[in-house]
């Protein structure tokens, strides 16, 4: 590909040698993979050192939210690490965000390496409204999302994390340059098994989603590197089967 990939492929795995099997069925220039909260504490930092290692883009989504030194301590370790995305929650607010930013610009100089992508996470899309008021949010999830995003790129952040659905109207108010990052996807004819409202890549790219995050689709596909090929082939042909 002559771009960089658009799609992170989600390494949902319970352990290292799961996960390192799939990455060397993989090419890093079709795509980046993301490390979440179950493979990287059952696994351990070597673990994205290694991906790293082996050429990949690594989206570290560990989603850090704490008081502002030890979100931003935490983000720098993540920096160190090499990875090319990571992301912090932008309810623990403006002083997390911006102390975050400075962490990861600062590690990011120390260590020579580019400066890695500094992603929000807004609301999480299993909150409903209802979840909201208890913990004492009277804003819809789409308004606090919006608030939120904001809050993020006014902190100099590279973007967020959203549902495709959300992304026309957030490349709306926030403009081209603010990345979007979008889970949720299928495509089309895929089992959408959990996912509750999906768009193939080819729609969540017209509406404006910078990067694709696909799990399954992929990961469970009995030949993974087939399935990334034909979601890229989908996604340069702006298709929408
Ligand atoms: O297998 P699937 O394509 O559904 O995986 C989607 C990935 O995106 C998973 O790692 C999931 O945790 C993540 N994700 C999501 N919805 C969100 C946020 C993250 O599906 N709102």
Sequence with gaps: MSTA?????????????SAFGLASRLDPAKCALKVGKELFTAADAGLVRELV??????????????????????????TRLGVWMLNVHASGG??????????VARAAAETGAP????IAVTVLTSLAARDLAEIG???TPEEQVLRLARLAQAQGLDGVVCSAQEAAALKRALGPAFKLVTPGIRPAGADTQDQ?????????IAAGADYLVIGRPITAAPDPLAALDAINASIASGAHP
């Design 94 to 103: 403006s002083a997390m965000m911006a102390a975050a930013r400075d962490a």
């Design 137 to 139: 949010i009277r804003a």
């Design 5 to 17: 990939p658009r799609v992170i492929v989600a390494l949902d795995f319970p352990d290292a040698i």
């Design 53 to 78: 290692g082996r050429g990949f883009r690594v989206f570290l989504d560990l989603k850090f939210h704490d008081i502002p030194n030890t979100a931003a301590q935490a983000c720098a370790a993540a």
């Design 115 to 118: 400066k890695p992508l500094l």
């Design 196 to 204: 509750a409202r999906v768009m193939t890549p080819a729609q969540a």
